[in-house]
């Protein structure tokens, strides 16, 4: 079954045609089915980053993210995490300074992927919202459980606080961000830095996040069968990630659950054929019983992880711009 009849099988959902290239793609590279993987194997499938570099190829136009996204420079190094160190990248835009700093959390079901895989969404951040990007790459299931990479999120939230001024940043603007499990994060580390008293993001900006823990919503049901992200991979996910079934109820999982008064706006970005669309649906209606600012746009034809594919893909290159809109609005200049 080609990528395009496996994505829309049940809802019959026009695919994008910039975004079906991307999954013609990866359909060509055979990846298993990741419930069937351990999580060690699941770590070396290709990735829709992976199909990206692909379509630029037969395209003919150059990979280096550097060259995709021209006026963002990055460089490696550690950040504070709750256990130790954590790899990191820190995107800078072009320009003086002081800049915001925006702190961005990978996705990949809290098992798999890192920076590397999640480059595109946070170099085009860094450019779309003017600002620095710090990309941290948190401590992963089923090696280490729930909460550690929350914790390690919340950690690094801390040390971006502090050093933010040696980065050439301002430490009195900064965001959160982040795509998928990444989109988690990025709203339980800003209900925590709440609760901590630290000082609090400007804005936070949530892709297509996981935001509960019920696998049955309307969206599950429609595209329970989806690439790259489906119904099967959120449950081996949760198998990978949770201690035990009381974790499900814990409110940094499921967020609509969480004490989210107080937060500072929040943007969410959905896809249309992604089983986590409805999760953004419910995290804003949470958010506004709250009474906290927020914006919600879903972007029609592209699935679960098109954020990333701005080279290829005009809607990920549209929600990116929007994105850093909202972002340079509470974040200033």
């Known amino acids: 079954m080609g990528a395009e009849a496996v994505s829309n099988a049940k809802s019959m959902a026009r695919t994008d045609a910039d975004m079906q290239k991307v999954l013609n793609k990866y359909a060509s590279f055979d990846p298993k089915a990741v419930e069937k993987l351990t999580a060690q194997e699941a ?3 290709p990735t829709i980053a992976d199909a990206v570099k692909g379509v630029l190829q037969d395209q ?3 990979t280096q993210p550097e060259a995709l996204v021209p006026g963002v420079t ?8 709750a256990a130790g160190v954590l790899p990191a990248r820190i995107y800078t835009p072009e320009g003086q300074g002081p800049f915001p700093v925006i702190l961005y959390f990978h996705g990949g079901g809290w098992v798999f992927a890192d920076r590397n895989v999640y480059d595109g969404g946070a170099r085009g951040l860094a450019k779309q919202a003017n600002a620095i990007v710090v990309s941290v790459d948190y401590r992963q299931a089923p090696e280490y459980k729930f909460p550690a990479a929350h914790d390690d999120a919340l950690a690094a939230y ?3 606080t502090t050093h933010a001024g040696s980065l050439n940043g301002d430490p009195q603007r900064l965001a959160l961000a982040g795509e998928s499990a990444g989109g988690n994060l990025a709203v339980a580390t800003a209900v925590a830095a709440h609760k901590a008293g630290l000082t609090a993001p400007k804005h936070v900006l949530s892709v297509y996040p996981v935001a509960q823990t019920n696998t049955h919503t309307p969206s599950y049901e429609q595209y329970d069968d989806a690439k790259p992200l489906n119904r099967p991979m959120m449950l081996w996910f949760v198998e990978q990630v949770t201690r035990s079934p009381a974790d499900l109820k814990d409110p940094r999982l499921d967020l609509t659950k969480a004490d989210l008064a107080g937060l500072p706006p929040v943007t969410i970005v959905n896809a249309e054929i992604d089983p986590l669309r409805d999760d953004g649906g419910f995290l804003e209606t949470a958010l506004r019983q709250a009474g906290v600012q927020v914006e919600r746009k879903v972007y029609p034809g592209v699935t679960h992880e098109f954020f990333g ?3 290829v893909v005009q809607k990920a290159k549209d929600a990116q711009a929007y994105a850093g809109s909202r972002l340079k609005a509470d974040l200033g200049k």
């Not at 990055?74 to 995490?81: K, N």
């Open 43 to 45: 770590r070396k499938q």
């Open 60 to 62: 003919g136009r150059p």
């Open 74 to 81: 990055s460089v490696d190094r550690a950040v504070d995490g």
């Open 158 to 160: 801390r040390w971006v």
């Open 309 to 311: 594919t701005a080279a």
